[in-house]
């Protein structure tokens, strides 16, 4: 046998950095590759929303939750109307900004399905309930702070900062875990 043949043999034994990192992964405990892939998930989150398109997207994204968050208040009788992000009345203006926008909550949500062990089946089904259900909070939120701070201005600044961005954590973990256990029961329920 040549020396090449032999040479080229013992490259194909050895195994890929991938396939190393794959065997190294696969022995760790599921505890630590969910940890592992949703703090990836959620590190491509802030650099993504840390780029210039990024941001003129999240900008329109604004603008339609001021948009539809307006609509109700109209429909509340507030008589109110919006201008690109700001959503005004007699009474109150109010800015719809990055961080009223649900998006964090959102990718934490996705970040933990996307991470847990299941089929992309029912991974998407879960990402498309947990959006619109977050997404419609925030628009709740949007439309109570707006009533908030005509009502009861002295609430504002709690709920603003406090009240609401607990709310909206709980909801995301709360959603995570009721996925979790519909996936299970799935799981199970083919199993039988």
């Known amino acids: 046998m040549s020396?090449?043949?032999s040479s080229k043999r013992r490259k194909n034994d050895q195994p890929s950095l991938v396939a190393e990192?794959?065997?190294w992964f696969a022995g760790k405990s599921p505890v630590f590759r969910f940890g592992l892939k949703f703090g990836l998930l959620m590190?491509?989150?802030?650099?993504?929303l840390a780029l210039p398109w990024c941001d003129r997207m999240l900008f329109s994204y604004l603008q339609a939750n001021a948009w539809l968050t307006n609509l109700i208040?109209?429909?509340l009788?507030?008589?109110s109307h919006v201008s690109g992000v700001t959503i005004s009345?007699?009474?109150f203006a109010m800015s719809v900004q990055r961080g009223c926008d649900a998006v964090e909550p959102t990718w934490l949500f996705c970040a933990a399905v996307v991470s847990f062990p299941a089929t992309w089946r029912r991974k998407l089904m879960g990402i498309l309930m947990g959006m619109v259900v977050l997404q419609v909070l925030n628009v709740v939120r949007l439309v109570t702070l707006f009533l908030i701070h005509i009502h009861a201005p002295t609430l504002f600044d709690s709920a603003h900062l406090e009240i609401w961005p607990v709310i909206f954590i709980v909801v995301a973990i709360l959603l995570f875990v009721g996925w979790r256990g519909w996936s299970d029961k799935e799981i199970s329920g083919h199993a039988t």
């Open 89 to 91: 009345s007699s009474q």
């Open 3 to 5: 020396r090449e043949k």
């Open 21 to 23: 990192w794959r065997t």
């Open 43 to 48: 590190a491509v989150l802030y650099i993504l």
């Open 73 to 75: 208040l109209n429909c």
């Open 77 to 79: 009788g507030q008589h």
